[in-house]
C-alpha cells in the first residue's frame, strides 16, 4: 500500500519545507492533544523543529511535508497515515497516552528502509471504562525527561 500511495500521490514541493515536524492536535481537550505542549516545543524548537497542523493544510501540502521530514514527533493520530510519503531514514518518536496504544503507524514506517522508530507513553489519568471513546482520545502529558532521552535517541 506504501508504494502505491507514492506512486499514486508523489510528492510535488518538498525543497522549501523544514525537515523537523512537530505534529500539533491543537488544544481542544479528549482530542489526543499534550497537555505540556509548551514544555514540549521549548525542547523542539530550539532543535529546528517547526510546528505543524495537518488539519489547517491540503493533502497535497501534508504529503509534501511529511517527504520534506526527516524527523517527526507527534501525539498518535490520524495525521500520521501520512507517514507514506517519507522517504527512506525517517525518524518518528509517536507519543501516547497510557490508556490507548495502537501499533499501526510504526508497521507504515516498517515499509520505508532505514526509519528509527522510539514512542513513548504519557502520564495521565484513567479516562474511564476500557472501549469508552474517552479511552482512545485521552490527552497526554509528556515526561520531559524520557521525551529528552528517547529525542536524542531519534535524531542520533
Known sequence: VTDWLRATFPAESTADK?????ITRGDVA?????????EVLDILRPLGFEVFD???????EQIDHFAAARTIVAPHGAALTNLNFCTPGVGLLELFAPQYLNPGYWTILDNIKDTKYRYLIG?????GPMGSNNQVMADITVDLR???????????
Open 123 to 127: 502520564e495521565g489519568h484513567d479516562p
Open 18 to 22: 523544514p525537515t523537523r515536524l512537530y
Open 146 to 156: 524520557k521525551f529528552q532521552s528517547l529525542l536524542e535517541e531519534i535524531l542520533d
Open 54 to 60: 495537518p488539519g489547517a493544510h491540503s493533502v497535497r
Open 30 to 38: 479528549n482530542t489526543r492533544r499534550v497537555n505540556n505542549e509548551t
